[in-house]
Structure formats: C-alpha cells, structure tokens
C-alpha cells in the first residue's frame, strides 16, 4: 500500500501497475534454466571431434616408428615361412610341375588308353626331350600324366559303388572304405618304390610324381575288369582282368627299363653287374606288383 498526503488526510492508492509488472515478470522467467540446447551443442561438438580424435589415433600408431617397425619384421616373417614351406613341399612333391602332368588332351588321352591296353604293338618308348626339357604329355605319348591316373582313380571308387549297389550291399562308410584303402595302398606302392631305389642306388631321372603316374595307370585295367564282371558275369571279369594284367607288365617293364637300367641294359644287350642285376630285379618287381594290386583290389566286388 502506498500512501499520499491530500488536503482532506491520506489515501490509498493500489499500485496494480506493479504487481502486474512482477507476475508478468515471473511467468516471463522459468523457474529451471533450460540446458537441452547446450546438451545438444555438447553432443553435436563431441560426434565432431570423435573421428578427428580417431583420426589422430590412428594416425599416430601409423606413424609410430616401433609400430612400422613390428609390421615390417611381421610381413618378413611370414614371407620366410611361406618361402620356407614351399620349398620343403617341393622336394618331395614339386608342385611347380604339375600343370606339365595335365597337360593332355583327348588325342592323348585315347592314344594312352590304348596304349595301357594293347602294348604289344607299341615300338618306341622313349620319351621325347627338346632342349634337355621332356615335352608335354600332349605332344608325346609315351610321357606320363596324371589326368588319366586322377580320373581312374575317381573312376573306380564310382564304379565300386555300383558294383556294392547291384549287390545290395552299398553304403557310404564301405564306399569311404573302399576309397582310403586304394588311396593307402597307391601311397604305401610309391613309398615302397623310392625306398628300393635308395637301396639299389639307382641313378634315375624318376619322380615322386612319375612313379605315381605309373602306378596309377592300373586303375584303368580295373574298372575294365569290374564292368566285364557286372555285365557279363565272374568269368568275364577274370579274362578282361587277365588281359589287362598282362598288359599292364608289359607297359611298365617296357617304361621302366628306360628309366632305371642302363643304355646297354634297355636296348637288350646283357650287362653283367651286380648293380646292373639289382635294377632289373627292381624294375620286375614293380611290373609284376601291378597285377596283385589290380586283383586285390576288385575281386570282392564281383559275386
């Protein structure tokens, strides 16, 4: 209340000018500060600075020189031990040459199938070289390849399950079996071969992949006789097995001599020598263990 002297005494004046000022003063002003606007500033500052503080991390682990250091001695290390592992692999499977052993083409590969099952007319063995470098399977038949090894081994698992199928006696886990054994025993084969020629110190130009080449050519004389056999019954299947077991002899008595007598030796004329003998004992008895495997591994499909 504000009270003025008058002529007449004193009177009261309501001052409604200044309540109104101070409610509208109060309603105009919040009674908590508003901070959403600063708290999306300080949200908007930090998304702004987070990939320039991730920038500048990573680029200082760049630019650190241990870190370039460690990558660096990481990536010799890993090239050394590839380099390492390749060459170890390569002395015993040269893995280098073996698109020389897929180098075959269908005139190859139908002069090699009759070759493997008619030896007999066959005159010249030796395999071609031009500039001390054996040519390509397809330019020569009598090089070995390992396409048709491949694809008779292939072959005969395939034709083995038929074989257990029509005797109502397939599954997979016997088909696994039938598959690992002929593996096992092709292994356990070329294995044999390389430690008889350690011992009879044979000075030959054969490889691990040669001699693998060799033996599985036998694979073609078995699915032969197994399809004779389901076709056309048991006796069948001996004549043709018969057959190729000859043929097979013949093809690798007539292949290995070149590679491991001498040049006497492989024309046919007589070599006395202890060495000379050991290699053409050596050299028969791989011939004659082709047609043991080829039986040993077909005669139970045939019933």
């Not at 033996?215 to 073609?220: A, E, Q």
């Not at 076709?231 to 292949?255: E, K, N």
């Amino acid at each position: 209340m504000d009270y003025t002297p008058t002529q007449s005494g004193f009177r009261q004046q309501p001052n409604m000018r200044q309540r109104n000022s101070s409610a509208d003063g109060l309603e105009g002003s919040q009674l908590f500060e508003d901070t959403s606007g600063a708290a999306h500033g300080l949200q908007t500052g930090n998304q702004q600075a987070g990939p320039q503080a991730a920038g500048f991390t990573g680029q200082s682990i760049l630019s650190d020189p241990m870190s370039n250091l460690a990558m660096a001695y990481g990536s010799s290390l890993a090239s050394q031990g590839r380099e390492m592992v390749d060459k170890n692999l390569d002395r015993f499977i040269p893995i280098s040459k073996m698109k020389y052993y897929f180098a075959v083409d269908t005139v190859y590969v139908g002069k090699k199938l009759g070759l493997l099952v008619f030896p007999y007319m066959h005159e010249n063995w030796e395999v071609r070289y031009q500039q001390d470098t054996p040519v390509a399977p397809r330019f020569d038949v009598n090089a070995p390849d390992l396409y048709i090894p491949a694809m008779g081994f292939i072959t005969y698992v395939l034709v083995a399950g038929l074989a257990l199928g029509t005797q109502n006696r397939f599954s997979p886990e016997l088909l696994g079996v039938q598959a690992s054994s002929a593996f096992v025993w092709l292994i356990m084969e070329v294995l044999a071969v390389l430690l008889s020629l350690y011992l009879v110190t044979a000075n030959t130009d054969l490889t691990t992949i040669d001699l693998l080449a060799f033996s599985g050519y036998k694979y073609v004389g078995m699915i032969i006789g197994v399809v004779a056999g389901l076709l056309f019954g048991r006796p069948a299947y001996y004549l043709s097995l018969l057959w190729c077991c000859a043929a097979i002899f013949v093809f690798m008595i007539r292949t290995l001599r070149l590679k491991l007598l001498s040049d006497a030796a492989a024309e046919g004329r007589l070599v006395r020598g202890t060495r000379n003998q050991l290699r053409m004992y050596l050299t028969m008895s791989i011939a004659a263990a082709q047609p043991i495997f080829m039986y040993w591994l077909t005669y139970h499909l045939i019933r």
